[in-house]
Nanobody, 128 residues
Framework: DVQLVESGGGSVRAGGSLTLSCVAS????????MGWFRQTPGKEREGVAA???????AYADSVKGRFAISKDNAKSTLYLQMNSLKPEDTAMYYC???????????????????????WGQGTQVTVS
């Protein structure tokens, strides 16, 4: 199985920034789709950002222009740079990855939990 470990969450004032990291137990992260999701109590898990094998990216409308997803293949690490944070960004943030042997998936599943096979434990982001 693929292990994903997130870090970088915390508490920040509105307008501030945070960078989340996700280390994957993969031999590089360039060959799999990876994404960031968030969830608040009582709500469904929401796709925030995704990056494909070919580096194409996708963002939820609510974070476009404020968040940026990137990856460092040498470090097997996925990042989420979050700027201009708002209180409504408060959530548990999860890193996700598809199975390394997955066939290429539809772009429609980039921000859907159905497009991923492995999940991290989450890191809390609180914006006040």
């Amino acid at each position: 199985d693929v292990q994903l470990v997130e870090s970088g969450g915390g508490s920040v004032r509105a307008g501030g920034s945070l960078t989340l990291s996700c280390v994957a137990s993969l031999n590089g992260v360039s060959s799999v789709r990876m994404g960031w999701f968030r969830q608040t109590p009582g709500k469904e898990r929401e796709g925030v950002a995704a990056i494909e094998r070919d580096d194409n990216t996708a963002y939820a409308d609510s974070v476009k222009g404020r968040f940026a997803i990137s990856k460092d293949n040498a470090k097997s690490t996925l990042y989420l740079q979050m700027n201009s944070l708002k209180p409504e960004d408060t959530a548990m943030y999860y890193c996700a990855a598809e199975h390394p042997r997955s066939r290429p998936q539809s772009a429609l599943t980039r921000l859907s939990p159905d497009g991923y096979d492995y999940w991290g434990q989450g890191t809390q982001v609180t914006v006040s």
